[in-house]
């Protein structure tokens, strides 16, 4: 039975100072790591935030809650951080690098009090977005009680203004429906999960992953899917055949869009090589055997328990020239938050930088069959602009303006909607461009980005699915959504929970509007 967890979300209090930002400084964590604590940087950042929307809101006499909730608090964020990068040296928990004159990143958004402007510049034009990297666990699982250490990972990552009880509530499947489908423009999303070696450790196990794709699918009566599910597999846990089994009858019930590895773990903390012939190559040959095309590993960004010596992108790289017909994802693009990202360096050890080397050694083309996405990098260098800039301008040049694709690893943030008008805002100046050879962020090249990167690695047509879309009831109650809310009858787009019980959103998906019975 198809359960979406309990019904205890409690009322959050709205008169307090501290609602939440739609992109705080600091810390932020996407649920896989430990983050770093809050640096004096971020408090000071976040403070100048708050002290700008307050002046925003006044000054067109809105109260600070319903201000908090419109683009123009996105756009004051952003403009703070922009301000904040303009210092002379860039510096982020910890490390710094010498800083070139001029900004590398700016965001092209209107002063925050117009918010009628902000709402028409980041709400975008209706592109067609893809997100290949989110992530809902099951609460009441029996990885709950099996695996204490990723529990304490999951709730390393729930954002702080989450007040439900159990917390994990907070990144359940109706979390996850509202978040994605109702308070953001995702239009498809491929959900994944974190490391695991089976059903009674994983946060979201392979069945309940197809649940969750066949409860949207309910939803949106029949109109193109906009859920895809990735099977997570551990060859380097137990007998191989037994991996090879379970992708087998993996492909049999589901099939996923997509098998995932994380070389850096096991429960012994113990990675592998996907170039073991023991180990990687077989479980790739048999993806490519059962016609799963696309494989994807986790790289960079370190988790609990995670082994360094196989985190490094070059085994992946390196198989990709002896599988021309496989297509292969790396998760985070080997970002590490521990490595401050500034002009290519090829002897770096961490970081976006080995991925580029490892392509240079292998001799991988742009826009070949190693692709990349942008979760978690995206949301923790936006506030750092001119490291997002050297970063998304050294994916676009070296992986392909065609290989980059949107993630975000919603619903760890809550609402990936923050996420999706930063990025619209985003530019890479002219002097980066000049100085170290990075593409504009055109229309063309963020459309390319936010769904048709993604859209040709899976098969999905985006002009259907938005046809789809047209008609269906999920879209179309996405209005309804922006009623209640203004009326905080449901979770702001920003927050990962609201003002309201779970009971509502889950009363209100199952209107009669939707098949959906949750039980
Ligand atoms: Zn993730």
């Not at 850096?264 to 023991?278: I, R, V």
């Not at 490519?288 to 960079?300: E, I, R």
Request: glycine share 8%.
């Amino acid at each position: 039975m198809t359960t979406c967890g309990r019904f205890s979300r409690k009322q959050r209090d709205q008169d307090g100072g501290d609602e939440p930002l739609p992109l705080p400084a600091g810390p932020v964590s996407n649920g896989e790591f430990v983050p770093a604590g809050e640096t004096a940087r971020d408090r000071a950042v976040d403070q100048l935030i708050r002290s700008s929307i307050d002046d925003a809101a006044a000054r067109i006499g809105l109260d600070r809650r319903r201000f908090l909730q419109g683009a123009g608090a996105v756009a004051a964020s952003l403009a703070v951080f922009e301000l904040a990068a303009c210092s002379n040296t860039a510096t982020s928990r910890g490390a710094s690098y010498p800083h070139k004159s001029g900004q590398g990143g700016t965001f092209a958004a209107p002063p925050p009090q117009d918010t009628e402007a902000c709402q028409q510049a980041l709400a975008g034009n209706g592109e067609f977005i893809f997100d290949v990297h989110t992530h809902h666990v099951i609460p009441t699982g029996p990885w709950v009680q099996d695996a204490p250490d990723t529990v304490g990972l999951a709730l390393g990552m729930v954002p702080a203004a989450c007040t439900d009880n159990p917390q994990l509530d907070c990144v359940d499947r109706a979390s996850y429906l509202h978040d994605l489908f109702l308070a953001s423009d995702t239009t498809v999303a491929v959900l994944t999960d974190l490391p695991n070696s089976g059903p009674s450790n994983a946060p979201l196990p392979f069945t309940e992953a197809l649940s969750t794709q066949q409860i949207t699918d309910g939803l949106v009566h029949g109109g193109a899917s906009r859920v895809l599910v990735e099977n997570i597999i551990y060859p380097n846990v137990g007998a191989l055949n037994a991996t090879l089994d379970e992708m087998t009858s993996a492909v049999q019930s589901g099939p996923p869009a997509a098998f995932k590895v994380y070389t850096a773990w096991s429960p012994t903390g113990q990675g592998f090589s996907l170039e073991d012939p023991s180990i990687g190559l077989p479980t790739v040959q048999h993806a490519q055997d059962l016609g799963v095309k696309v494989f994807v590993a986790h790289k960079g960004l370190p988790l609990v328990n995670f082994d360094p010596t196989f985190n490094h992108p070059e085994d992946m790289v390196a198989i990709s020239r002896q599988f021309p017909d496989m297509n292969f994802v790396i998760y985070h693009a080997a970002w590490d938050p521990s490595h401050i990202e500034g002009p290519y360096d090829a002897t770096a050890t961490i970081g976006i930088d080995t991925l580029l080397a490892a392509l240079d050694r292998h001799n991988v083309p742009p826009n070949d069959n190693v692709w990349v996405d942008l979760a978690a990098v995206w949301r923790q260098l936006l506030t750092q602009p001119d490291q997002a800039a050297h970063a998304l301008g050294k994916l676009l040049s070296r992986v392909g303006q065609e290989r980059v694709m949107w993630g975000t690893d919603a619903i760890w943030y809550g609402s990936p909607e923050p996420q999706i008008m930063a990025m619209r805002a985003f530019q890479i100046t002219s002097e980066f461009q000049d100085l170290y050879n990075y593409p504009a962020l055109t229309d063309e090249v963020k459309t390319n980005i936010f769904g048709l990167n993604a859209a040709i690695l899976f098969g999905i047509d985006p002009t259907a699915t938005r046809c789809a879309m047209t008609t269906d009831p999920l879209a179309a109650n996405i209005d309804e959504s922006a009623e209640l809310r203004s009326d905080g009858a449901l979770p702001s787009a920003w927050t990962p929970h609201g003002p309201t019980t779970r009971r509502q959103i889950l009363q209100w998906l199952a209107s009669p509007a939707t098949r959906w019975n949750p039980t």
